[in-house]
Protein backbone atom coordinates (compact mmCIF):
# COMPACT_ATOMS: atom_id res chain seq x y z
CA UNK A 1 0.00 0.00 0.00
CA UNK A 2 1.36 3.59 -0.87
CA UNK A 3 0.88 6.12 2.20
CA UNK A 4 2.22 9.42 3.11
CA UNK A 5 2.36 10.14 6.98
CA UNK A 6 3.04 13.29 8.70
CA UNK A 7 4.04 12.26 12.84
CA UNK A 8 3.17 15.33 13.87
CA UNK A 9 -0.59 16.98 13.58
CA UNK A 10 0.64 20.29 15.77
CA UNK A 11 4.31 21.66 16.44
CA UNK A 12 5.05 24.47 18.18
CA UNK A 13 8.15 26.59 18.19
CA UNK A 14 9.28 29.62 19.36
CA UNK A 15 9.79 32.47 17.17
CA UNK A 16 13.97 32.21 15.41
CA UNK A 17 14.26 28.86 16.72
CA UNK A 18 14.32 25.96 14.23
CA UNK A 19 11.60 24.20 12.34
CA UNK A 20 11.29 20.14 11.79
CA UNK A 21 8.32 18.92 10.37
CA UNK A 22 8.23 15.18 9.88
CA UNK A 23 7.18 12.97 6.77
CA UNK A 24 7.55 9.14 6.08
CA UNK A 25 6.19 7.92 2.94
CA UNK A 26 5.26 4.29 1.84
CA UNK A 27 6.17 3.08 -1.65
CA UNK A 28 6.57 0.32 -3.23
CA UNK A 29 7.46 3.08 -6.71
CA UNK A 30 9.92 5.92 -6.97
CA UNK A 31 8.04 8.63 -5.55
CA UNK A 32 7.92 12.31 -6.48
CA UNK A 33 7.99 14.68 -2.95
CA UNK A 34 6.67 17.65 -2.19
CA UNK A 35 5.90 20.18 0.99
CA UNK A 36 2.65 22.47 0.85
CA UNK A 37 1.88 25.22 2.71
CA UNK A 38 -1.85 26.26 3.46
CA UNK A 39 -2.18 29.76 5.29
CA UNK A 40 -5.68 30.53 6.73
CA UNK A 41 -8.12 30.42 4.38
CA UNK A 42 -5.68 29.91 1.71
CA UNK A 43 -5.42 27.71 -1.28
CA UNK A 44 -1.99 25.85 -1.17
CA UNK A 45 1.20 26.80 -2.56
CA UNK A 46 4.31 25.05 -3.03
CA UNK A 47 7.19 24.86 -1.00
CA UNK A 48 9.66 22.72 -2.54
CA UNK A 49 9.66 19.31 -4.70
CA UNK A 50 12.28 16.56 -4.62
CA UNK A 51 13.33 16.14 -7.94
CA UNK A 52 15.63 13.45 -7.83
CA UNK A 53 18.65 15.65 -8.80
CA UNK A 54 19.82 15.90 -5.28
CA UNK A 55 18.64 14.92 -1.26
CA UNK A 56 18.49 18.24 0.06
CA UNK A 57 16.19 20.29 -1.52
CA UNK A 58 16.01 24.42 -1.22
CA UNK A 59 12.22 25.84 -1.27
CA UNK A 60 10.81 29.45 -1.03
CA UNK A 61 11.10 30.87 2.25
CA UNK A 62 14.39 29.47 3.55
CA UNK A 63 12.18 26.41 3.67
CA UNK A 64 14.23 22.84 3.08
CA UNK A 65 14.11 19.46 2.85
CA UNK A 66 16.13 16.41 2.74
CA UNK A 67 15.24 13.01 0.86
CA UNK A 68 16.57 10.07 2.67
CA UNK A 69 15.51 7.04 0.51
CA UNK A 70 17.29 4.27 3.65
CA UNK A 71 14.33 5.75 6.00
CA UNK A 72 11.61 6.61 3.44
CA UNK A 73 11.32 10.26 4.89
CA UNK A 74 11.16 13.58 3.39
CA UNK A 75 11.51 16.00 6.53
CA UNK A 76 10.91 19.66 6.46
CA UNK A 77 13.12 22.74 8.43
CA UNK A 78 14.20 25.87 8.61
CA UNK A 79 16.95 27.24 10.38
CA UNK A 80 14.79 29.24 12.09
CA UNK A 81 10.99 30.65 12.36
CA UNK A 82 9.52 33.54 11.36
CA UNK A 83 5.69 34.52 12.49
CA UNK A 84 4.56 34.45 9.09
CA UNK A 85 5.48 31.25 8.93
CA UNK A 86 2.18 29.82 11.12
CA UNK A 87 0.16 27.64 8.85
CA UNK A 88 -0.64 23.75 8.12
CA UNK A 89 2.15 22.25 6.05
CA UNK A 90 1.43 19.05 3.76
CA UNK A 91 3.52 16.49 2.70
CA UNK A 92 2.69 15.24 -0.33
CA UNK A 93 3.53 12.13 -2.42
CA UNK A 94 2.51 10.89 -6.16
CA UNK A 95 3.30 7.63 -7.15
CA UNK A 96 4.49 6.20 -10.45
CA UNK A 97 1.77 4.18 -10.76
CA UNK A 98 -0.95 6.54 -10.08
CA UNK A 99 -0.90 9.23 -12.76
CA UNK A 100 -0.89 13.02 -11.45
CA UNK A 101 -3.61 12.02 -8.31
CA UNK A 102 -1.70 13.32 -5.39
CA UNK A 103 -1.28 11.90 -1.86
CA UNK A 104 -1.32 13.75 1.00
CA UNK A 105 -0.04 13.70 4.32
CA UNK A 106 -2.66 14.19 7.45
CA UNK A 107 -0.81 17.87 7.67
CA UNK A 108 0.82 19.67 10.49
CA UNK A 109 -0.25 22.90 12.12
CA UNK A 110 2.90 24.86 12.82
CA UNK A 111 2.43 27.72 15.29
CA UNK A 112 5.38 30.43 16.18
CA UNK A 113 5.05 32.13 19.50
CA UNK A 114 6.44 35.23 19.65
CA UNK B 1 0.86 35.00 -15.32
CA UNK B 2 -2.52 34.32 -13.77
CA UNK B 3 -2.64 31.82 -11.50
CA UNK B 4 -5.42 29.11 -11.05
CA UNK B 5 -8.93 30.80 -10.41
CA UNK B 6 -11.81 29.41 -9.02
CA UNK B 7 -15.63 30.72 -8.88
CA UNK B 8 -17.51 30.76 -6.49
CA UNK B 9 -14.97 31.27 -3.43
CA UNK B 10 -18.24 30.75 -0.91
CA UNK B 11 -21.93 29.42 -1.50
CA UNK B 12 -24.15 28.25 0.60
CA UNK B 13 -26.83 25.15 -0.16
CA UNK B 14 -28.80 23.23 1.21
CA UNK B 15 -29.37 18.79 1.12
CA UNK B 16 -30.69 17.83 -1.73
CA UNK B 17 -30.08 20.60 -3.98
CA UNK B 18 -26.79 20.17 -6.89
CA UNK B 19 -23.82 22.51 -6.81
CA UNK B 20 -21.33 23.45 -10.05
CA UNK B 21 -17.54 24.85 -9.29
CA UNK B 22 -16.18 26.21 -12.09
CA UNK B 23 -12.01 25.96 -12.25
CA UNK B 24 -9.87 28.19 -14.52
CA UNK B 25 -6.34 26.96 -14.96
CA UNK B 26 -2.98 28.69 -15.63
CA UNK B 27 -2.78 29.41 -19.10
CA UNK B 28 -1.20 26.85 -21.48
CA UNK B 29 -1.87 24.35 -18.59
CA UNK B 30 -4.31 21.46 -19.73
CA UNK B 31 -4.27 19.21 -16.79
CA UNK B 32 -7.03 19.92 -14.25
CA UNK B 33 -7.22 18.08 -11.13
CA UNK B 34 -9.68 18.32 -8.32
CA UNK B 35 -9.47 17.94 -4.57
CA UNK B 36 -11.93 18.19 -1.35
CA UNK B 37 -10.46 18.69 1.83
CA UNK B 38 -12.63 18.20 5.40
CA UNK B 39 -11.63 18.16 8.68
CA UNK B 40 -12.13 14.69 9.38
CA UNK B 41 -10.66 13.55 6.12
CA UNK B 42 -8.07 15.93 5.08
CA UNK B 43 -7.25 16.30 1.59
CA UNK B 44 -8.49 13.74 -0.86
CA UNK B 45 -8.37 13.24 -4.84
CA UNK B 46 -11.63 13.27 -6.87
CA UNK B 47 -10.55 13.27 -10.33
CA UNK B 48 -8.63 14.73 -12.96
CA UNK B 49 -8.96 15.69 -16.45
CA UNK B 50 -7.18 16.25 -19.69
CA UNK B 51 -8.42 17.52 -22.56
CA UNK B 52 -11.47 17.14 -22.08
CA UNK B 53 -11.03 13.62 -20.90
CA UNK B 54 -11.37 12.23 -17.35
CA UNK B 55 -7.80 9.93 -16.41
CA UNK B 56 -8.27 9.74 -13.24
CA UNK B 57 -11.10 9.12 -10.58
CA UNK B 58 -10.71 8.80 -6.75
CA UNK B 59 -13.31 7.55 -4.42
CA UNK B 60 -15.99 9.13 -4.61
CA UNK B 61 -20.11 8.34 -5.02
CA UNK B 62 -21.00 8.95 -8.23
CA UNK B 63 -22.83 12.18 -7.42
CA UNK B 64 -19.45 14.08 -7.93
CA UNK B 65 -18.71 14.88 -11.33
CA UNK B 66 -17.14 16.95 -13.55
CA UNK B 67 -15.78 18.22 -16.95
CA UNK B 68 -13.77 19.96 -19.00
CA UNK B 69 -14.03 21.91 -22.05
CA UNK B 70 -11.71 22.97 -24.86
CA UNK B 71 -10.24 26.16 -23.07
CA UNK B 72 -8.99 23.90 -20.33
CA UNK B 73 -11.18 25.18 -17.67
CA UNK B 74 -13.17 22.66 -15.70
CA UNK B 75 -16.28 22.43 -13.78
CA UNK B 76 -17.46 19.83 -11.00
CA UNK B 77 -20.83 19.15 -9.81
CA UNK B 78 -22.26 17.36 -6.75
CA UNK B 79 -25.79 16.51 -7.15
CA UNK B 80 -28.58 15.47 -3.84
CA UNK B 81 -25.58 17.09 -1.86
CA UNK B 82 -25.74 16.19 1.73
CA UNK B 83 -23.96 17.50 4.68
CA UNK B 84 -20.86 16.02 4.66
CA UNK B 85 -20.43 17.55 1.39
CA UNK B 86 -19.20 20.39 3.44
CA UNK B 87 -15.89 20.79 2.55
CA UNK B 88 -13.18 23.41 0.78
CA UNK B 89 -12.71 22.47 -3.10
CA UNK B 90 -9.78 22.80 -4.33
CA UNK B 91 -8.80 23.01 -8.54
CA UNK B 92 -5.12 22.38 -9.65
CA UNK B 93 -3.19 22.97 -12.83
CA UNK B 94 -0.48 21.44 -13.77
CA UNK B 95 2.08 22.19 -16.87
CA UNK B 96 1.86 20.25 -19.73
CA UNK B 97 4.85 17.86 -20.41
CA UNK B 98 6.10 14.32 -18.96
CA UNK B 99 7.86 14.77 -16.60
CA UNK B 100 5.81 18.03 -14.67
CA UNK B 101 3.94 16.77 -11.87
CA UNK B 102 4.00 19.85 -9.67
CA UNK B 103 0.70 20.89 -10.01
CA UNK B 104 -0.50 24.54 -8.81
CA UNK B 105 -3.65 25.11 -6.84
CA UNK B 106 -6.27 27.47 -6.45
CA UNK B 107 -7.46 29.65 -3.65
CA UNK B 108 -10.62 26.93 -3.50
CA UNK B 109 -14.58 27.02 -3.30
CA UNK B 110 -15.76 26.94 0.32
CA UNK B 111 -19.25 24.97 0.41
CA UNK B 112 -21.24 24.67 2.60
CA UNK B 113 -24.07 22.42 3.20
CA UNK B 114 -27.06 23.22 5.80
Known amino acids: AQSVTQLDSHVSVSEGTPVLLRCNYS??????LFWYVQHPNKGLQLLLK??????LVKGINGFEAEFKKSETSFHLTKPSAHMSDAAEYFCVVTFNNAGNMLTFGGGTRLMVKP | KAGVTQTPRYLIKTRGQQVTLSCSPI?????VSWYQQTPGQGLQFLFE???????NKGNFPGRFSGRQFSNSRSEMNVSTLELGDSALYLC?????????????FGPGTRLTVL
Open chain 2, 49 to 55: YFSETQR
Open chain 2, 92 to 104: ASRPPGLNTDTQY
Open chain 2, 27 to 31: SGHRS
Open chain 1, 27 to 32: SSYSPS
Open chain 1, 50 to 55: YTSAAT
